[in-house]
T-cell receptor
Framework: SQQGEEDPQALSIQEGENATMNCSYKTSINNLQWYRQNSGRGLVHLIL?????REKHSGRLRVTLDTSKKSSSLLITASRAADTASYFC???????????FGSGTRLLVRP | DAGVIQSPRHEVTEMGQEVTLRCKPISGHDYLFWYRQTMMRGLELLIY????????DSGMPEDRFSAKMPNASFSTLKIQPSEPRDSAVYFCASSFLGRLSGGYTFGSGTRLTVV
């Protein structure tokens, strides 16, 4: 079963613009992770944020976590055509190592 | 490191046949996960192992599915007999949970088509 729901399901932006994707989840978590999946390929880990952290940066990526609202957001700044992919949030539930994925956001960055 | 290696990349089989998917995790990783991805159901966790021992198989859909990890460098997911609704992309992932900051490393997947 899926833990999270992502919003929007699909996003189309122009190269250079910022892209924001949101994720909501249902249960208490140990950490939340974001992954990218290019068409027909495996998933690539982007960033992990722990439940006691509120914001994390990695290059052009910024992730926020609000445990009171059970939500997270992924911001990609200055997007590039190569950022076109599906993006998934995934949560590790307290006391387990099960990584449960959301439904994903399909991002299209137009050149 | 070559990453998580899955084989075969593609598998087409007839309904009723046995299918075996293979995974070689990253050396030193102590957790191994099997996922299935479909358009309808998204990414589903099927089973995961810690130090070669199955920890949670609650995601395995039916008795037709079985998974083994005979040693730290090899795991199999077997479907017997296969059915058309098993058609999906199956991913294997591994992780060393002592340092969670690295996330989980996924293989390229096996695309299974059951006709």
């Amino acid at each position: 079963s899926q833990q999270g729901e992502e919003d929007p399901q699909a996003l189309s932006i122009q190269e250079g613009e910022n892209a924001t994707m949101n994720c909501s989840y249902k249960t208490s978590i140990n950490n939340l992770q974001w992954y990218r999946q290019n068409s027909g390929r495996g998933l690539v880990h982007l960033i992990l944020i722990r439940s006691n952290e509120r914001e994390k940066h990695s290059g052009r990526l910024r992730v926020t976590l609000d445990t009171s609202k059970k939500s997270s957001s992924l911001l990609i700044t200055a997007s590039r055509a190569a950022d076109t992919a599906s993006y998934f949030c995934a949560t590790v539930v307290d006391s387990s190592y099960k990584l449960i994925f959301g439904s994903g956001t399909r991002l299209l960055v137009r050149p | 490191d070559a990453g998580v290696i899955q084989s075969p990349r593609h598998e087409v089989t007839e309904m009723g046949q046995e299918v075996t998917l293979r995974c070689k995790p990253i050396s030193g990783h102590d957790y191994l996960f099997w996922y299935r991805q479909t358009m309808m159901r998204g990414l589903e966790l099927l089973i995961y192992f810690n130090n070669n021992v199955p920890i949670d198989d609650s995601g395995m859909p039916e008795d037709r599915f079985s998974a083994k990890m005979p040693n730290a460098s090899f795991s199999t997911l077997k479907i017997q007999p296969s059915e058309p609704r098993d058609s999906a992309v199956y991913f294997c992932a591994s992780s060393f949970l002592g340092r969670l900051s690295g996330g989980y490393t996924f293989g390229s997947g096996t695309r299974l088509t059951v006709v």
